[in-house]
């Protein structure tokens, strides 16, 4: 009995010094957050706030995915110029909009500025760990194999796929413009530009033609309602958690479209991987003769510095990323640059005759990768409306450790940090007369001394948009082409577009424009 006794003694004490180590631990855990905290509110009270609604909400409910929202930018910008707080006054978010604050997160390395999940959870089913959403030592490896898939050696091998989807669009609005009895027709244009991207970069990717310019494309079809899906979720914070939205009629329309698009990239994937291991590497080139080599082939020969390849799930995250961040980006920067030359004919009228000049006295009417660096004007108007309407309004990162700006202020670590590249692109600072849309601020006079910072609508530094060299070249083919047989004006009978910026900027009731033949081009 004393022995029991004593040993039952020791027991609670041994539980007694196990909960007060605990005790100890959490109060010491608190402190140090306690601590953190205090120095972050520091080094962010010396970034200005704009007036909050209250003081528990902070400025919850006052940003929208509006054009009021965007406006509200615009104001924002106007007072703060270089960046301000926002959010809840305990989840701070730093707005960021002048290349003095953005510079610093720009260059930082993907170790130390990553993009924050919170902002791109949403995707990660479906996209997996492509580019988009990978992190750390897993995105510095797939961003050294995929660099020389985009080399302009491999680039200039798309013009053809270019040229040719581009022409069913433009046959397709040919045969709207003859039912209008061949004067000016008006037609929705972003939708019908992003089944163009998408139609091309199947092409590119996979050397698929699913003809979905002109007929319902099942993996065309998924591909689009998951990025509706995507935004509809965004707007339901109900619908955040997991688990909850699975058990939601989207989520289950979600997983459905992922499945499929999963399927298809997946089959693509493994036929040719089959027919590498086949065939063997030098055979199987061989067989490629004849035809350009896409996206999936270039992955499936790259490999790392110790001779590892990427793995048949690595390869469809990053064609499924491709697929996703390319088609609606391109469709928006090309449907906003056709808005922007409709409404400035001037403009417009000048790009065309750079097109007419080159292809003067050619048995082609094909764009070509030489005439690229040619249209010079061109490429302008697009930097231009890029800027006015960057497709990608904002981009965010986490700090993982503290990052010190020129002027003695600090961001800390644990930061959210909203880089605003619609904010940035009207900056008065760096852009006079912002909302004016003027091709020449690009022209090499007005280009010189401006901070590579201050135009962004493919972020910069490590972080960049891998594919914007892909994405230039497209949108060059499709507007000189365009230019080449349409005449651009705006619908006079519409109210101006009001912009919406969601994943990419659209407007709110499509993009509407009138569409009339060049004389004397059939």
Not at 150 to 168: E, K
Not at 234 to 255: E, I, K, M, N, V
Not at 299 to 310: A, F, P, Q, V
Request: with cysteine; proline share 7%.
């Amino acid at each position: 009995m004393a022995v029991a006794a004593a040993l039952g003694s020791l027991g609670a004490v041994a539980l007694g010094t196990f909960v007060v180590a605990l005790l100890l631990r959490w109060l010491w855990d608190a402190l140090v957050a306690v601590t953190r905290f205090r120095a972050t509110c520091r080094q962010l009270n010396k970034f200005p706030i704009p007036p909050w609604s209250n003081w528990l909400l902070g400025h919850t409910g006052m940003g929208q995915s509006t054009e009021q929202g965007l406006q509200q930018v615009d104001a924002l910008v106007a007072r703060y110029r270089h960046g301000c707080l926002w959010g809840l006054p305990w989840l701070p978010v730093l707005r960021l909009f002048h290349p003095s604050t953005l510079r610093p997160l720009l260059s930082a390395s993907a170790f130390v500025a990553p993009k924050d999940e919170l902002f791109y959870s949403f995707l990660k089913p479906w996209l997996g760990e492509g580019l988009l959403l990978s992190h750390g030592e897993c995105w510095a490896r797939h961003r050294r194999l995929l660099t020389p898939a985009f080399h302009g050696d491999v680039l200039r091998n798309y013009l053809g796929i270019f040229n040719q989807s581009t022409r069913v669009l433009l046959a397709k609005w040919g045969v709207a413009t003859v039912a209008a009895g061949g004067g000016p027709v008006g037609l929705e244009v972003l939708q019908p530009l992003s089944l163009l991207t998408l139609d091309t970069l199947q092409k590119c990717i996979f050397s698929h033609k699913s003809h979905c310019q002109e007929r319902p494309s099942e993996y065309i079809q998924a591909i689009l309602e998951l990025s509706s899906l995507v935004i509809r979720r965004q707007l339901q914070p109900l619908l955040h958690p997991w688990w909850l939205y699975s058990l939601s009629s989207d989520g289950q329309r979600f997983a459905r479209a992922c499945a499929t698009v999963h399927a298809f990239t997946a089959d693509v994937v493994q036929r040719r991987r089959r027919a590498l291991a086949r065939l063997g590497h030098q055979a199987w080139l061989d067989g490629q003769r004849g035809r350009s080599m896409d996206f999936i082939d270039l992955l499936l020969l790259t490999k790392d510095e110790n001779g590892h390849t990427l793995s048949d799930e690595d390869i469809a995250a990053e064609a499924d990323t491709f697929m996703f961040e390319d088609h609606d980006t391109m469709a928006s920067g090309l449907a906003w640059l056709f808005y922007n030359l409709a409404g400035h004919p001037e403009h417009q009228e000048r790009c065309r005759q750079e097109v007419q000049e080159l292809l003067a006295g050619r048995d082609t009417a094909d764009i070509e990768w030489e005439d690229l660096s040619q249209l010079l004007f061109t490429t302008m108007c697009i930097k231009e409306s890029l800027r006015l309407h960057p497709p990608v309004t904002a981009v965010s990162r986490r700090c993982t450790e503290d990052i010190p700006l020129r002027d003695g202020r600090i961001i800390p670590k644990g930061v959210t940090c909203l880089m605003s590249i619609y904010g940035t692109h009207h900056n008065p600072d760096l852009w006079p007369e912002p909302e004016v849309f003027n091709p020449l601020r690009f022209s090499p006079e007005n280009s010189k001394g401006r901070s590579p910072s201050s135009f962004i609508p493919f972020s910069a530094g490590p972080r960049n948009c891998i594919g914007q060299s892909f994405a230039m070249a497209e949108m060059k083919v499709v507007v000189a082409l365009m230019l080449s047989r349409f005449v651009l004006r705006r619908d006079t009978a519409r109210p101006p577009p009001r912009r919406k910026p969601e994943l990419i900027l659209r407007a709110k009731n499509g993009l509407w424009l009138m569409l009339e033949p060049l004389p004397g081009v059939a």
